[in-house]
């Protein structure tokens, strides 16, 4: 086993993930803040810093965990935001991704 980087760097990874996205009817959005995040009957709304909403059936946030509780604030079953809140696990900024392949990646 190995760890080690792409060649090319990670942004060909994004890059062949978000073309899958949209393969399947999605969408990935980059440089699009969040400053609230919402659940209702209709999906999950996101509310960008310029006061603009969308309302999606998912989202997937890679936001660090602080900004996303702020984001998400009251959205959040209580024992995930005990858990990773104010007093919770205060090393934690991001959750990071490992990806184990058993074939080369291109």
Known sequence: QHL??????F?????????????????????APVARLSTGA????????????????RV???????????????ELPDDYQARYGQHGVEHLAAHCLVLSLSAPFG
Do not use: Q, S, W
């Not at 080690?4 to 760097?9: A, P, S, T």
């Open 11 to 31: 942004h060909r990874l994004y890059e062949k993930i978000a073309a899958r996205f949209a393969d399947l009817g999605g969408a990935v959005r980059v440089n």
């Open 60 to 74: 997937i946030v890679t936001a660090p965990t602080e900004a996303f509780l702020r984001m998400a604030a009251g």
């Open 42 to 57: 209709h999906g999950i709304t996101l509310t960008g810093t310029d006061n603009a909403h969308d309302t999606y059936d």
């Open 4 to 9: 080690g980087y792409l060649r090319g760097g």
